[in-house]
């Protein structure tokens, strides 16, 4: 007992200066602690030195052999260390420089027992982990993934293999639905059978305007997207060019636009027809493949040459949307044919040229409609019908008798207004244009309001009133979706006032009521108050709640 | 505000067509209120862009420029 804290003394340096601790400064033990950085080993020495006497007893012989070189500097270095603390420079001789390394070795190589029995005892779970990580780890890899190599090499393959030569590419496979260019010229399937599609043509009349006039149908009630005419911000783009109003003239066999070299023209048929037709036969084919929906009567005797021949150039939106409504376009074809609208109404054509479906194919394109309904119903009838007359004259004709019958369902719509031009939603009603004096009145107050100049030219007149009817459109389509989530069979007041909740012009500090004081006229804001109370009792509720809100402010 | 009512069957018109319901009532009154909301945003962007294109009034071509963007704000 009495030898272990004299041996401890000597062994290493710390221990010797164990007990000089008492009497050394802190300074010294920190200055020992910078000779020997290893961080570990005041833990570690610690731990051996609180272990007990079994380690002790082992350690001795092993560091006796060190201690008395360390015992040697020790007491040199002590006297020295105690007034100046900077001490770095202290180990010149050798025997301190190798003292002070073994010393420094033996604090970092942990391959003496003591050491090992002190660190069993102390280490963490952690510890014995990396170790068993250190010996086991000493053979294996990181292991980097197989597929990661593989895959690199085919990533790109020009870059490695730069002498391989492989010919042409080949067509890459579309991967989209090819509705627009699926038979393209340059396309490698296999151009659809066009002789089923026209029985009766012969091979050497010039196909290209013949099978341009080809328009598939598809049931209204089909199409999803047409219910409620969709939203029309969403088609913007096609609203953007404005297009004037356009007149053909008969040029031998041929109907065409004014204004339009024959080059021009061929182009157009060739690409915009091409590309539309075979996106109509793909469409026919889809819905069951019955060409004859397509056939189109007014080619039925192709066979007389100088029958006129209608040519189209179709804008690419009808590709998108081929909607069809049998009956639809006789107003827009009589607009055309007879009668030049008046100034106001001139503004509200080239408005509806743009609005829904471009009226001026669409007249066309909905004669023929007309006249393929017959053949639907029974070849044998069209038979006769084309060989009764020129299906062509007919569809030019403004007054046949077909047409007649099939707007007797409709009250008179050109006999009580002469000058309002009348358009149809994608429904097929018919609605009259919002009189642009309104929209004038209108547009003039907020541009006085915003401190404008209140002049509003013609052109932006025309404009405002398009967008109007743009407006108009949009907002009926979601009035009538809001009052069909309700059930309900008419709009409602709830229904303007959702709308308006959902696009934000009615926010917890905005009512209608306020809203309409700020901008309607008074004897509308005094309609708007004094109508509710005879309404219904839902509807009432609704309507005596907003005026509550707005008497609160 | 010494004017006119708007017209308002030509209004209830043109949303019934469009909405193929029947209106209510005072339905298009709070129509037309919003449809004057809405010209009013019209005529405001407009007469921004226009001011930015350095136009003296207000051009369609601003009012074409603003009036998609003024009708997704206004979509219900």
Redesign the interface.
Known sequence: MSESPRKRQRTTPRNSEGPEAQITPYSDLRQLAGVIPKPITPFRRASSAGAGPTPGSRRTPNIAIRTPKTATRTPHRRPGTRPNPTRRAAPTTPHAIRALRERANAARTPGHNRRRSGRIQRETPRDTLRDLSRLLARTTRPVDPSPQVQARTPRNPALELPDIDDGPEPVRPRLSMPLEDMYDDDSIHEAPPRQSLLPQVPDDVDNGTIHSLEFGRRALSEDPRQM??G???ER?AEF?DMIPEEEYEVDGTFIRQNGLDDQFLQDAIDNDMDDTTTDLRALARRSGGRPSDVTLGVFGDQDEPDDPTFVFTLPQRIQAAPQEQPEEGYEDEEAQDEEQPSVGAGIDVIYDDDDDDDDEPMAAYDAQGWESDEEIHNDQDLMTYREEASAMDRSLRTQSPERAASTKGRPGPRSGRQRKEMFR?D?G????S??AA??K???TG??KS?G??A???K??L???VS?????????????????DHAG??????K??????K??R?LTSNTT?FS??QK??????LQ??RM??PP?LRG?KRK?METIEEENDE | MAQTLYPRGTVKKIVKAHARKPLSRNADILIFLNYALFMQDLIKEASIASKQAGERGISAKSVKKVREGCLRKFMG
């Open positions: 409620y005419g939203r029309l911000s913007f953007g939603t429904f009603d018919e609605y009259p919002f009189p309104t929209v009145r209108l547009a907020f541009a915003q404008d100049k002049k509003i030219s052109d932006t025309q404009m405002l967008t109007t009817d743009l407006f108009f459109k949009q907002i009926g389509g979601d009035l009538a979706a809001y009052a309900r069979k008419t709009v409602e007041e229904d303007v006032l959702a709308v308006m959902r696009q012009t209608a809203l309409a901008i309607l006229p008074r004897e509308l309609q708007l109508e509710p309404k509807q309507r």
